[in-house]
């Protein structure tokens, strides 16, 4: 059973960068596509962005497309998410995910039935 420990979520003001990390635990991480989601309170949890088992293919939701980058470093069982021009609306528990599968195109229907971690908070304030 994979564990996934997201770390650097925090308060920021409107317009300001954090960087999201998620370390995972095992000898498997770089056989599976990593992503992140999101829920605001009252809202339904949404894909933000993911990324291959390799780092070569990315995909993000139009919401954040230009502000938030995805990456990974196999060696260190981590994949990051880059957040920059943070906006109220990016308020939410993040969370990353690990494929239900592996190899698999990373999309947020990948994550169906996958492993997620507990998620860390991001406020981001006016």
């Known amino acids: 059973q994979v564990q996934l420990v997201e770390s650097g979520g925090g308060l920021v003001q409107a317009g300001g960068s954090l960087r999201l990390s998620c370390a995972a635990s095992?000898?498997?991480?770089?056989?599976?596509?990593m992503g992140w989601f999101r829920q605001a309170p009252g809202k339904e949890r949404e894909f933000v962005a993911a990324?291959?088992?390799?780092?070569?293919?990315?995909y993000y939701a139009d919401s954040v497309k230009g502000r938030f980058s995805i990456s990974r470093d196999n060696a260190k069982n981590t994949v990051y998410l880059q957040m920059n021009s943070l906006k109220p609306e990016d308020t939410a528990v993040y969370s990353c995910?690990?494929?239900?599968?592996?190899?698999?195109?990373?999309?947020?229907?990948?994550?169906?039935?996958?492993?997620w971690g507990q998620g860390t908070q991001v406020t981001v304030s006016s």
């Open positions: 995910a690990r494929s239900k599968n592996t190899y698999t195109t990373p999309q947020a229907v990948a994550f169906i039935g996958g492993s």
């Open positions: 095992g000898r498997t991480f770089s056989m599976y596509a």
């Open positions: 990324i291959s088992s390799s780092g070569g293919v990315t």
